[in-house]
């Protein structure tokens, strides 16, 4: 069940591009891979290995998690969400990816590669059932 919008997070230039880069690079499989920032901005991201390699489903390589996770330690930075791709549907949490998504707390984000010229990005916190989109707020850029 998807709710209302939620409070949206800023996004740093050239984060979601970078995100769709990903997703074309690996499709038809499934990209996946993290968002590192503080909790309200999300400053890069870290593309990690679906070593699912399909189509539907991915599965982060825990190795290469961990090592992101230790690299992490003492910057100030963390991860505050996760992204994957749906190769050939909506950018939708699939009953899979809500029944996986364990991190109360992230950020869920998923692109589209539906239509391939025109990839679509979405946000969402899941909690349980629960899905709830949420805005990503592109950093506007100085003038």
């Not at 549907?89 to 984000?109: G, I, K, N, Q």
């Amino acid at each position: 069940m998807i709710g209302e919008a939620a409070r949206g997070i800023t996004v740093a230039r050239g984060v979601l591009e970078a995100v769709i880069d990903h997703a074309r690079r690996e499709a038809p499989i499934e990209c996946c891979g993290f968002l590192i920032g503080t909790p309200s901005r999300v400053d890069r991201i870290a593309p990690m290995t679906n070593i699912a390699f399909s189509q539907v489903r991915f599965l982060v390589d825990p190795r290469e998690h961990i090592a992101l996770a230790k690299h992490l330690r003492g910057t100030g930075l963390e991860i505050v969400g996760a992204y994957h791709s749906h190769p050939r549907t909506a950018a939708e949490p699939s009953p899979t990816d809500v029944a996986e998504a364990y991190y109360s707390e992230l950020v869920y984000v998923i692109v589209s590669l539906a239509d391939p010229a025109a990839a679509e990005v979405r946000a969402y916190r899941i909690q349980g059932s629960r899905v709830t989109p949420i805005a990503l707020v592109s950093e506007r850029s100085i003038s």
